[in-house]
């Protein structure tokens, strides 16, 4: 049917079929920035437009609707090179990160500044309470508005730039704008979906409907003989090996288990069987016409039924080493039917009783440590699954080209993906080119290789491109979770709070498949234990194989959940001592020139060793947290218990630690051009995902150069193109790949005066590089542009490329204290977070602002696990709430009312101009800060997250008994 | 899946409703934001849309207060001539973007528990106008909730002078669907309720109006709370699913339904 409506100003008649969607229309005509983060729900607002003057989710909206209608889309702001003053406000906030929903908040604030040009506060709450971001935590969106406001009257307003961190430096300690702000705020195509060309074909994925069950037949007979169909994978004809999709460094800490379609099915959702056709539509109806028979196995649903004596074996295949012996007394004979499960070294590890990995170790001697406390206190955490929910699903497009393949990834670990996925279709790694495109969020959730194989199997296999996106509900059930846990913490203390032996017990539930099975679980060790000084520390750490989704990275991996235990239980053992738990912390905790001892034990798979630590800002973090909290006025001693009705004010502090990167392990290394007109092109192989990484490389290159940052052109996450370079994960972007870019920058500036020295006929030593890119000499100056022109026309050596190669054994650990005033309902067990202060170390910020924002988006997230998100399954191992309809992350509405970042800088001897990491860190502090505040206001802990209403009553003894771990009935549409 | 293979567009009731009578399987398509909803799940395969006629808006009838049912979630909350309780209950769907698009009339067509705006309707006693074929018919909006039938045209609130009213709903997130939602009128007559209402949502297969509460407090002068949740909960059936188990459902809602009752006294009478 035809239908005519005003797009952007212009007058369209478009054919449409009936039941067309208004997004998937506007989609079908180029329009890429309406997008689609929740399957049509309504709940993500991605595919927003203004339509007739009113910002609609054009996904509930069909095409026909729109007949005689004015539509404006953000295209609308984007004319010419100019931004719209929204768009301007946003770079200029510094609140563009992944970039997925900006064009959604672009029209949601052109909305509400048209109806309400001076919007209050909750105003602009309510117009982006229906856009969901993961990146930002909402709180520079807030700012943006603020500003765009203001520019209504004053076209030249500025906020008031924040501290000059390096005030000596040009560019570095100081915001400048985010180098793809601009673009991502225009809606331009950047993504792996904005990539795919007409005559790609797509795939349709059969998931398994069980959690345990031999699939012992697959017929696809029919389905092959339908329209369009190109392939059909399966069991039966894949590639016959296992990999792990963990993208970790060579050789991985995680076991090869996982085959491209699996003998045996290990979860809801898991492949089955995967269709290439000519269309979506061809591929699903195909897909629905293939037949399979399974034999039902008894589901694992839990780490207790994984440690059953008589439990279902979710991997019973055979289990071998590549080096190294298995472990005594483990079980190594398949039974002849399993797919495999290839360890590369030991990890304590007994597949046939669903162990995956496990650890133990500690200093001192912990039963003397408790013997000699005046008071032993012993308790048990639990973390429940929660899904990162980037906006952007699993994606990937994969294509032939010149007898290679050619994948388009929305990535952090290009390398990674260029090997595992070479190694699983079984061709040379050199045969594969990875491009990371921008990354619509990842969060760790992609850091797996979760769909690359599959694509790029079928693109060489069938020599077709192909391209495959997950829908949310699929994001959900088979792409990532943050690891569920039960964490049991045994501390003992003296009288003065000193504590005198720590024991921390954890078990981990790694779901069907091992990737990051012992690492995310050891993670949660690492970065807590080495907060607390204590002569006796022992852990002891199980990671299990279950019938559940899969586990995987998730922004701060194992730290939140170390983190809420071990401070929780800190803060419940001052209770005990009547201390208050503020002073707990500092009785204990970890200062200037403490050497940390259990560092020994925790050496990420080899040696450890203790560390002395230099200056550490802890105590100015905490001195600045109690005076804004108040902490010293009376009553703040034991609960405050303040009354507004019937809600209870409580507040809770903790400490946080991360690292920046694997120190001895991770490597990044990053290539500096002087090109021929006098800019730089920097190749980094480092995978920005919307966090602003190349905004900081591009600042190495620009600082250390004497240049401005619209001067450095960046490439990265491309394997043809770039140097070798681990991926952004365990928060090393900054300091591995920002020192990897400085130390290129380095490299060239060396050659560059060398190259002067010789045209100006003086000696190198006596050369300067100046602001501007001129190097001065005492008889002549030339500049860079002058130099670069001259070099590429070949005198001296030819074009001045500079290289860096960063690798070190030093750990650079960024500290963090994070304070909380929560409100808890009495009457309704509801807890709102009112004030949330974040006192954050991450040596000097590059970026002050970006840096910001990661604190914010992280500490969002963070308050999600803690209060609402929770992964809930059913008898049978089904996940009931994979959407956003029944999953609920934090919108506008949640933000805190005060949500306030602070940096205390310590600089770092190794990092670059002295920076560590910045972002994964702010994810441990809100659950022991908020769990801490509930009991400071009700007087009940609260030790399993999410802390629902629910949870909190149950706690406080208002509603009997515990919470069913799984859910017998599931109705969404019923009550 | 099944998409939607046909689609109308007609320009007056009286071609709707032809259209309907050829086709009767086809369903009305208002806002869309409950029939559209999820790109995975099956969809009408008829649908007319009532965007080009249907009344929007609201008006005075005379002593009655008119709302369209074409009228949005968003107009009900920014309209001035619409009593306060309806406002806040319209501002209980999340969020912006949804309010924009979703209509008071097909909220009703829904007709699901998790509705915000239907527990106060049935508290101010709103009748329907609906068209059935023949002239428009008048229906109470309790009757025809438990059995839906014909076109809702419009909705009236009558003038009922004196009452006090007021509306809450419990949900995980700000943007979530009312796990429960509830509203309660009546009005104080020598301290003691009179007239009351109390309809919830959350706790069936729809929200309602519950005689069976109303009748533990007709008359009598307001309870303190902890009496009148220890005297609701009993009376609650809700079941357990993944949004609550039935202990926490029935324990929220009475509290929330005591504290609304509460809260009412409090409110000015309306006019």
Same mark, same amino acid.
């Given at each position: 049917m035809?239908?005519?409506?005003?797009?952007?100003?212009?007058?369209?008649?478009?054919?449409?079929?009936?039941?067309?969607?208004?997004?998937?229309?506007?989609?079908?005509h180029?329009?890429?920035?309406?997008?689609?983060?929740?399957?049509?729900?309504?709940?993500?607002?991605?595919?927003?437009?203004?339509?007739?003057?009113?910002?609609?989710?054009?996904?509930?909206?069909?095409?026909?609707?729109?007949?005689?209608?004015?539509i404006?889309?953000?295209?609308?702001?984007?004319?010419?090179?100019?931004?719209?003053?929204?768009?301007?406000?946003?770079?200029?906030?510094?609140?563009?990160?992944?970039?997925?929903?900006?064009?959604?908040?672009?029209l949601?604030?052109?909305?509400?500044?048209?109806?309400?040009?001076e919007?209050?506060?909750?105003?602009?709450?309510?117009?982006?309470?229906?856009?969901?971001?993961?990146?930002?935590g909402?709180?520079?969106?807030?700012?943006?508005?603020?500003?765009?406001?203001?520019?209504?009257?004053?076209?030249?307003?500025?906020?008031?730039r924040?501290?000059?961190?390096?005030p000596?430096?040009?560019?570095?300690?100081?915001?400048?704008?985010?180098?793809?702000?601009?673009?991502?705020?225009?809606?331009?195509?950047?993504?792996?979906?904005?990539?795919?060309?007409?005559?790609?074909?797509?795939?349709?994925?059969?998931?398994?409907?069980?959690?345990?069950?031999?699939?012992?037949?697959?017929?696809?007979?029919?389905?092959?003989?339908?329209?369009?169909?190109?392939?059909?994978?399966?069991?039966?004809?894949?590639?016959?090996?296992?990999?792990?999709?963990?993208?970790?460094?060579?050789?991985?800490?995680?076991p090869?288990?996982?085959?491209?379609?699996?003998?045996?099915?290990?979860?809801?959702?898991?492949?089955?069987?995967?269709?290439?056709?000519?269309?979506?539509?061809? &591929?699903? =109806? $195909? %897909?629905?016409a293939?037949? +399979? @028979?399974?034999?039902?196995l008894?589901?694992? !649903?839990? *780490?207790?039924? #994984?440690?059953?004596?008589?439990?279902?074996?979710?991997h019973?295949?055979?289990?071998?080493?590549?080096?190294?012996?298995?472990?005594?007394?483990?079980?190594?004979?398949?039974?002849?039917?399993?797919?495999?499960v290839?360890?590369?070294?030991?990890?304590?590890?007994?597949?046939?009783?669903?162990?995956? &990995?496990? =650890? $133990? %170790?500690g200093?001192?001697? +912990? @039963?003397?440590?408790?013997?000699?406390?005046? !008071?032993? *206190?012993?308790? #048990?955490?639990?973390?429940?699954?929660?899904?990162?929910?980037?906006?952007?699903?699993?994606?990937?497009?994969?294509?032939?080209?010149?007898?290679?393949?050619?994948?388009?990834?929305?990535?952090q670990?290009?390398?990674?993906?260029?090997?595992?996925?070479?190694?699983?279709?079984?061709?040379?790694?050199?045969?594969?080119?990875?491009?990371?495109?921008?990354?619509?969020?990842?969060?760790?959730?992609?850091?797996?290789?979760?769909?690359?194989?599959?694509?790029?199997?079928?693109?060489?296999?069938?020599g077709?491109?192909?391209?495959?996106?997950y829908?949310?509900?699929?994001?959900?059930?088979?792409?990532?979770?943050?690891?569920?846990?039960?964490?049991?913490?045994?501390?003992?203390?003296?009288?003065?709070?000193?504590?005198?032996?720590?024991?921390?017990?954890?078990?981990?539930?790694?779901?069907?498949?091992?990737q990051?099975?012992?690492?995310?679980?050891?993670?949660?060790?690492?970065?807590?234990?080495?907060?607390?000084?204590?002569?006796?520390?022992?852990?002891?750490?199980?990671?299990?194989?279950?019938?559940?989704?899969?586990?995987?990275a998730?922004?701060?991996?194992?730290?939140?959940?170390?983190?809420?235990?071990?401070?929780?239980?800190?803060?419940?053992?001052?209770?005990?001592?009547?201390?208050?738990?503020?002073?707990?912390?500092e009785?204990?905790?970890?200062?200037?020139?403490?050497?940390i001892e259990?560092?020994?034990?925790?050496?990420?798979?080899?040696?450890?060793?203790?560390?002395?630590?230099?200056?550490?800002?802890?105590?100015?973090?905490?001195?600045?947290?109690?005076?804004?909290?108040?902490?010293?006025?009376?009553?703040?001693?034991?609960?405050?218990?303040?009354?507004?009705?019937?809600?209870?004010i409580?507040?809770?502090?903790?400490?946080?630690?991360?690292?920046?990167?694997?120190?001895?392990?991770?490597?990044?290394?990053?290539?500096?051009?002087?090109?021929?007109?006098?800019?730089?092109?920097?190749?980094s192989?480092g995978?920005?995902?919307?966090?602003?990484?190349?905004?900081?490389?591009?600042?190495?290159?620009?600082e250390?150069?004497?240049?401005?940052?619209?001067?450095?052109?960046?490439?990265?996450?491309?394997?043809?193109?770039?140097?070798?370079?681990?991926?952004?994960?365990?928060?090393?972007?900054?300091?591995?790949?920002?020192?990897?870019?400085?130390?290129?920058?380095?490299?060239?500036?060396?050659?560059?005066?060398?190259?002067?020295?010789?045209?100006?006929g003086?000696?190198?030593?006596?050369?300067?590089?100046?602001?501007?890119?001129?190097?001065?000499?005492?008889?002549?100056?030339?500049?860079?542009?002058?130099?670069?022109?001259?070099?590429?026309?070949?005198?001296?050596?030819?074009?001045?490329?500079?290289?860096?190669?960063?690798?070190?054994?030093?750990?650079?650990?960024?500290?963090?204290?994070?304070?909380?005033?929560?409100?808890?309902?009495?009457?309704?067990?509801?807890?709102?977070?009112?004030?949330?202060?974040?006192?954050?170390?991450?040596?000097?910020?590059?970026?002050?602002?970006?840096?910001?924002g990661?604190?914010?988006?992280?500490?969002?997230?963070?308050?999600?696990?803690?209060?609402?998100?929770?992964?809930?399954?059913d008898q049978?191992?089904?996940?009931?709430?994979?959407?956003?309809?029944?999953?609920?992350?934090?919108?506008?509405?949640?933000?805190?009312?005060?949500?306030?970042?602070?940096?205390?800088?310590?600089?770092?001897e190794?990092?670059?101009?002295?920076?560590?990491?910045?972002?994964?860190i702010?994810?441990?502090?809100?659950?022991?800060?908020?769990?801490?505040?509930?009991?400071d206001?009700?007087?009940?802990?609260?030790?399993?997250?999410?802390?629902?209403?629910?949870?909190?009553?149950?706690?406080m003894?208002?509603?009997?008994?515990a919470?069913?771990?799984?859910?017998?009935?599931?109705?969404?549409?019923?009550? | 899946m099944?998409?939607?293979?046909?689609?109308?567009?007609?320009?007056?009731?009286g071609?709707?409703l032809?259209?309907?009578?050829?086709?009767p399987?086809?369903?009305?398509?208002?806002?869309?934001?409950?029939?559209?909803?999820?790109?995975?799940?099956?969809?009408?395969?008829?649908?007319?849309?009532?965007?080009?006629?249907?009344?929007?808006?609201?008006?005075?009838?005379g002593?009655a207060?008119?709302?369209?049912?074409g009228?949005?979630?968003?107009?009900?909350?920014?309209?001035?001539?619409?009593?306060?309780?309806?406002?806040?209950?319209?501002?209980?769907?999340?969020n912006?973007?949804?309010?924009?698009?979703?209509?008071?009339?097909?909220?009703?067509?829904?007709n699901?528990?998790?509705?915000s705006?239907?527990?106060?309707?049935l508290?101010?006693g709103?009748?329907l106008?609906?068209?059935?074929?023949?002239?428009p018919?008048a229906?109470?909006?309790?009757?025809?909730?438990?059995?839906?039938?014909?076109?809702?045209?419009?909705?009236?609130?009558?003038?009922?002078?004196?009452?006090?009213?007021?509306?809450?709903?419990?949900?995980?997130?700000?943007?979530?669907?009312?796990?429960?939602?509830?509203?309660?009128?009546?009005?104080?007559?020598?301290?003691?309720?009179?007239?009351?209402?109390i309809?919830?949502?959350?706790?069936?297969?729809?929200?309602?109006?519950?005689?069976?509460?109303?009748?533990?407090?007709?008359?009598?002068?307001?309870?303190s709370?902890?009496?009148?949740?220890?005297?609701?909960?009993?009376?609650?059936?809700?079941?357990?699913?993944?949004?609550?188990?039935?202990?926490?459902?029935?324990?929220?809602?009475?509290?929330?339904?005591?504290?609304?009752?509460?809260?009412?006294?409090?409110?000015?009478?309306?006019?």
């Amino acid at each position: 049917m035809k239908v005519r409506f005003t797009l952007n100003g212009k007058e369209r008649s478009w054919d449409c079929e009936p039941g067309e969607s208004l997004r998937d229309a506007l989609r079908r005509h180029g329009i890429v920035s309406v997008r689609d983060g929740c399957g049509g729900e309504g709940a993500c607002g991605l595919c927003a437009v203004i339509l007739d003057r009113r910002a609609v989710n054009s996904c509930m909206v069909l095409a026909a609707q729109a007949e005689g209608s004015e539509i404006l889309t953000v295209e609308h702001f984007s004319r010419d090179r100019e931004l719209s003053i929204v768009q301007r406000a946003l770079v200029d906030a510094s609140c563009v990160q992944c970039g997925y929903c900006t064009p959604a908040v672009v029209l949601a604030l052109h909305s509400l500044l048209a109806r309400s040009p001076e919007p209050s506060e909750a105003e602009v709450r309510d117009a982006l309470s229906g856009t969901l971001c993961r990146c930002t935590g909402y709180e520079q969106f807030f700012e943006a508005a603020r500003i765009a406001s203001r520019r209504i009257r004053d076209p030249l307003y500025a906020e008031a730039r924040p501290v000059d961190y390096r005030p000596e430096l040009a560019l570095v300690g100081k915001d400048r704008e985010k180098v793809d702000a601009a673009y991502l705020a225009r809606g331009e195509r950047a993504y792996v979906e904005d990539r795919v060309e007409a005559g790609a074909c797509h795939v349709a994925l059969l998931g398994s409907p069980h959690a345990h069950a031999w699939v012992v037949s697959v017929d696809d007979e029919e389905a092959r003989a339908m329209p369009g169909v190109v392939e059909i994978l399966s069991s039966r004809n894949c590639p016959d090996k296992v990999y792990t999709t963990a993208g970790q460094g060579f050789p991985e800490p995680s076991p090869h288990d996982q085959r491209m379609f699996p003998r045996k099915v290990r979860h809801v959702g898991d492949r089955v069987a995967a269709v290439l056709a000519e269309t979506p539509e061809q &591929a699903r =109806a $195909a %897909a629905a016409a293939i037949k +399979v @028979e399974y034999e039902l196995l008894r589901p694992v !649903l839990s *780490i207790a039924e #994984a440690k059953a004596p008589n439990a279902p074996i979710v991997h019973s295949g055979e289990v071998s080493y590549v080096s190294g012996e298995p472990p005594a007394g483990s079980s190594t004979a398949g039974d002849g039917r399993d797919d495999p499960v290839v360890y590369q070294f030991p990890l304590h590890a007994d597949p046939h009783r669903n162990l995956a &990995a496990s =650890a $133990a %170790a500690g200093i001192g001697d +912990v @039963e003397a440590g408790f013997a000699a406390a005046d !008071l032993v *206190i012993e308790r #048990a955490y639990k973390c429940n699954r929660v899904q990162c929910t980037p906006m952007e699903p699993h994606v990937a497009y994969a294509k032939v080209e010149a007898g290679r393949l050619v994948l388009h990834a929305s990535t952090q670990v290009p390398w990674h993906v260029r090997r595992i996925v070479s190694r699983a279709i079984g061709i040379p790694e050199n045969k594969v080119r990875v491009i990371k495109e921008r990354v619509g969020g990842g969060f760790g959730a992609k850091q797996d290789i979760v769909v690359e194989d599959l694509v790029g199997y079928l693109a060489w296999k069938t020599g077709r491109p192909v391209f495959l996106r997950y829908d949310r509900a699929q994001e959900f059930i088979a792409s990532r979770t943050r690891h569920a846990m039960e964490i049991r913490v045994k501390l003992g203390a003296k009288r003065d709070g000193k504590l005198t032996a720590i024991l921390m017990r954890l078990e981990a539930d790694t779901g069907p498949y091992g990737q990051h099975c012992l690492t995310v679980p050891m993670n949660a060790i690492s970065k807590s234990l080495p907060l607390l000084l204590c002569d006796n520390a022992r852990f002891e750490v199980s990671s299990y194989y279950t019938n559940l989704s899969p586990a995987g990275a998730y922004q701060g991996y194992g730290a939140p959940k170390g983190s809420f235990a071990l401070q929780t239980a800190l803060a419940e053992l001052a209770g005990e001592l009547g201390i208050d738990q503020l002073e707990m912390i500092e009785r204990n905790r970890v200062g200037s020139g403490a050497r940390i001892e259990i560092l020994k034990s925790l050496g990420e798979g080899r040696e450890g060793s203790a560390v002395t630590l230099g200056e550490c800002g802890l105590g100015e973090m905490i001195r600045r947290g109690r005076e804004a909290f108040g902490w010293e006025e009376p009553g703040a001693a034991g609960r405050r218990a303040k009354e507004e009705g019937d809600w209870r004010i409580g507040r809770g502090a903790v400490i946080i630690q991360q690292g920046s990167g694997l120190p001895g392990l991770d490597a990044a290394n990053a290539e500096l051009r002087l090109l021929a007109d006098g800019t730089l092109l920097l190749l980094s192989g480092g995978a920005d995902l919307g966090t602003g990484l190349d905004t900081v490389t591009a600042k190495m290159a620009a600082e250390t150069l004497g240049l401005e940052l619209q001067d450095v052109t960046v490439i990265s996450g491309d394997t043809d193109l770039t140097p070798f370079d681990k991926g952004a994960y365990a928060s090393s972007g900054t300091f591995f790949s920002g020192k990897a870019a400085l130390l290129a920058a380095e490299d060239l500036k060396a050659k560059a005066l060398a190259a002067a020295a010789a045209i100006l006929g003086e000696p190198a030593s006596g050369l300067a590089l100046e602001r501007g890119g001129i190097v001065a000499g005492k008889r002549g100056r030339i500049t860079l542009a002058e130099l670069g022109h001259r070099s590429s026309q070949g005198e001296g050596h030819g074009e001045l490329s500079g290289f860096g190669s960063f690798k070190t054994e030093h750990a650079a650990f960024p500290y963090g204290a994070h304070f909380v005033e929560a409100a808890v309902n009495a009457r309704s067990g509801e807890v709102v977070v009112r004030r949330y202060h974040a006192y954050q170390d991450c040596g000097t910020p590059i970026n002050p602002s970006l840096a910001r924002g990661q604190v914010h988006g992280a500490i969002l997230k963070a308050i999600g696990h803690s209060l609402y998100e929770e992964m809930l399954y059913d008898q049978e191992g089904r996940c009931l709430n994979p959407s956003f309809l029944d999953y609920k992350i934090p919108s506008s509405l949640e933000v805190p009312e005060d949500f306030r970042v602070e940096f205390v800088p310590v600089a770092d001897e190794v990092g670059p101009f002295g920076a560590k990491s910045v972002s994964e860190i702010s994810v441990n502090g809100a659950a022991p800060a908020i769990a801490i505040a509930i009991h400071d206001a009700v007087g009940a802990w609260v030790r399993e997250w999410p802390f629902t209403p629910e949870r909190v009553l149950r706690a406080m003894g208002k509603l009997g008994g515990a919470l069913p771990a799984s859910r017998a009935t599931s109705s969404r549409h019923s009550q | 899946m099944r998409r939607t293979e046909r689609y109308a567009r007609p320009a007056s009731l009286g071609e709707a409703l032809a259209l309907k009578a050829a086709d009767p399987a086809a369903a009305w398509l208002a806002g869309g934001t409950f029939l559209l909803a999820g790109d995975a799940r099956d969809k009408p395969e008829s649908l007319i849309d009532l965007g080009a006629f249907l009344p929007r808006g609201l008006s005075a009838a005379g002593a009655a207060l008119a709302i369209g049912a074409g009228t949005s979630f968003q107009e009900l909350a920014d309209s001035r001539a619409a009593p306060a309780l309806l406002r806040r209950a319209a501002l209980g769907m999340a969020n912006r973007n949804v309010r924009n698009r979703a209509t008071v009339g097909g909220n009703l067509g829904a007709n699901r528990s998790c509705s915000s705006l239907i527990p106060s309707l049935l508290v101010l006693g709103a009748e329907l106008e609906l068209a059935e074929g023949g002239p428009p018919a008048a229906a109470g909006l309790e009757s025809w909730l438990a059995g839906p039938r014909g076109l809702v045209l419009s909705l009236r609130i009558p003038a009922e002078a004196g009452r006090r009213s007021a509306c809450g709903r419990w949900a995980r997130t700000a943007c979530d669907l009312s796990v429960l939602s509830a509203a309660v009128s009546y009005r104080l007559s020598a301290g003691a309720m009179r007239d009351l209402r109390i309809a919830l949502g959350g706790l069936g297969p729809r929200a309602r109006r519950f005689p069976e509460l109303e009748a533990l407090f007709e008359g009598r002068p307001l309870p303190s709370r902890e009496d009148m949740e220890a005297r609701i909960a009993p009376l609650l059936r809700p079941i357990d699913d993944l949004r609550g188990s039935a202990e926490f459902k029935r324990f929220r809602a009475a509290a929330l339904a005591a504290e609304l009752l509460r809260a009412a006294a409090g409110q000015e009478a309306d006019a």
